[in-house]
């Protein structure tokens, strides 16, 4: 009789209390499978799908130049290159699936280049860009340096695809290098279509391995390393105390460090809202949740401040010398700055947001108490 | 309690049969436990991949042994099969005792309630003739044969039980579990995959509802399972309690130990019908063990010094869990006597923190990658505590000197959120870590803490 007064009575504590308590999350549901179809439907496929096309662009394009090298098809693979490289700032971030598998980034992606890895395999004339030590001999920064690296001018570049006694070694690399990127970017796409997208879109659980964990680790790895790291902070020198501005992103063409950074931070914040892929248009995102969740941090809404600290970073980065090579050289100062607004962002994100969705940060599936 | 009462508590018997069946459940649930641990590659993730371990303050020494790593688990495993078949009982349970420890005192980022337990348990249980009935031992020993032991050694289990849950129970009097109904308000609702349950978690009340009836749990059920009249209700609450817990959280097999543990507040009848079972399944002759003898320590001094050890060590489990009070500021946030004291499932802490190297020769400073350093569980469990954040600052100042920078100076910018609060400064970032060395004095190197958790 005691045990069932006093569970009676402790229920009735409850009940009491739940009334009076300050009030969290609403009593809906909130409908993350939503997040998961936003992303997939009106990003991610979207921007595989742009991404693709301009790859396969960029193949024509490099088998024309390696056919008839000259001004005008050097200029238009240059152009269409520069093109395919804006679009990958769109996909760099979604390295999940098949992409994952591929270790797509690092084929895509990797700089400094090894530009002695690349005259090598020119002179050997045999490369199998699948080794992992072939990382930095391929991809859009080994298209940047064999389309800008390889001479002062551009007639001393030509001339490596015309009168080199390697000509036609250096014709069969930039034909090569385009063919890989298309067919990765391919067979990630094809990943994608291919039933990957409903495995993402239903794994709506809450494991460590589901979707939305998954995602939201490789996102903000990558607005750590690759975009505030890689593309900023390294060059400055804030991880090795000197500038390294060799280290920026399309060293050899000079003129677009920066505008890759800004494509790559305009699908950051894109993605953090939602915003389908080139459209104005935002639907269920990381934000749209932080504010069902009514999270503030001193009172402020989160989604407005990482919003805000997304802009505050824009706003600087608007400043900087279109090639950030130079800009390090110069001065430096307003590279760092760019970065702190960045990494104030990191906290945001990595502190706040991952409390308020309570994701855990790491994949390790070890017992907890 | 009189001098005379104590001396007929320490001289009454009790039926050996529910330490036998503690015994044996505990060495099985043990070897699942160790087969478990390699099975999901912990080994290799945990002890053997990372490149650097945090160790317990004087505990430095103890460090995983690469791929010998594996032989300690394998000891282990191995022991916990002795102790279940009572098989030179008293050499495996210290042994198991040993690696079990060892295991834990390796690197402090697994650190977890249930381990310590496990650890201490064992520990009391060297101590206990676990082994004098229905063993391998006492089938081979005749002197040693005893179907009844002395009372307290069956009583010591259900005291630590005790102490585990009431403490436990007590650690949820607080501010932040009971009026606002932390950290459940935020792992609930993430668990809205869960059949029926995944809805109600969405609501206010179910987080109200589930902190309270935690902490009345936790309180109670110790005498719950004491008093005969509650008994089986306190079992079915706890099998209840438990394997809701084993739903919500990824928390291994605590929960099996739980409630096997928990078989030893009933009376002998059921724990000698378990054995009655066990023989028939293996054909042994369990009337063989049935002598009437009763236990008694082979020498009187070794019977004393028992029994002084084993109050030594309740009274430091009564004591231990509130060494916090000795220290100035909120046990949260500087987390000073947060371990070892049954503080189970009190916080949410996220954290991030970002190291700066100072060349103080060159002029020069930069930042540091931790993850070439630290595994992201490390990288995780580092960025919340504050000891964890001074070993590896430590050890990046030894790392740099090897380098070549003669007089590094290391610094932190961190940001912890405590309970969904929003994220505050944690280490002051103007404090050169590598002047600080570890102790257990007041770290006077935190922020304060921007808020206020009332109770125990």
Redesign the interface.
Known sequence: M??IV?LLL??L???G???S??????????D?QAILENWADNIILPAFESFAAETENLKTAANEFSATPNEQTLTDLREQWLISYKSWQHVSMFEMGRAMDLRYRDNMNLYPVNSDQILENIEEGSYNFELPSQNSSQGFPALDYMLYGLGEDDASVLEFYTIDENSEAHRTYVSDLATRIDSLTGQVLEFWQNGFRDEFVND???GANSSLNMMVNDYIFYYEKALR?GKI?IPA??????PLSDRVEGFYSRDFSKELFMEALDASQNFFNGTHFGSEQNGESLRSYLEF?ET???GES?AVLINGQFENARQEAENLNSNLAEQVETNNTQMLTTYDRL?QN???L???M???????????????? | MNRISIQSYINKTSDAAPLAVFRILFGLLMLISMIRFAANGWIQKLYIEPTFFFSYYGFGWVQPLGEWTYLIFIICGASAIFVSLGYHYKMAIVTFFLSFTYIELMDKTTYLNHYYFISILSFLMIFLPAHAYYSVDARRNASLRSSRVPSWTIDSIKLLLGIVYFYAGLAKLNSDWLFRAMPLEIWLPSKYSLPILGDLFQQSWTHYAFSWAGAIYDLTIPFLLLMKRTRLLAFALVVIFHVLTRILFPIGMFPYIMIASALIFFDANLHNAILQKISGWFSISKSFFDNAGVYSFSKSWIKKSTLMLVSIFFLMQLLIPFRYMLYPGELFWTEQGYRFSWRVMLMEKTGYANFKIVDTEKNQSFYVDNSLFLTPFQEKQMSIQPDFILEYAHHLEKHYQKEGIEDPEVYVESYVALNGRGSQPYVKSDIDLTEIKQSFKHRTWLYPFNDEIKGL
């Not at chain 1, 308590?21 to 909130?30: A, K, L, M, Q, R």
């Not at chain 1, 020198?237 to 000197?242: E, K, M, N, P």
């Not at chain 1, 991952?354 to 108490?369: E, F, M």
Request: aromatic content about 8%.
């Open positions: 005691k045990k006093l402790s229920s504590i409850l009940w209390c739940s009334d308590g300050p009030s969290g999350s609403e009593t809906e549901d909130f993350r709506s659980g809450n790291a902070g020198g804030v991880f090795s105390g000197s969740l503030t941090k001193n989160l990494q990191v906290v945001f990595k502190v706040d991952l409390q308020a969705l309570n994701i855990s940060v790491d994949y390790v599936d070890a017992d907890g108490d």
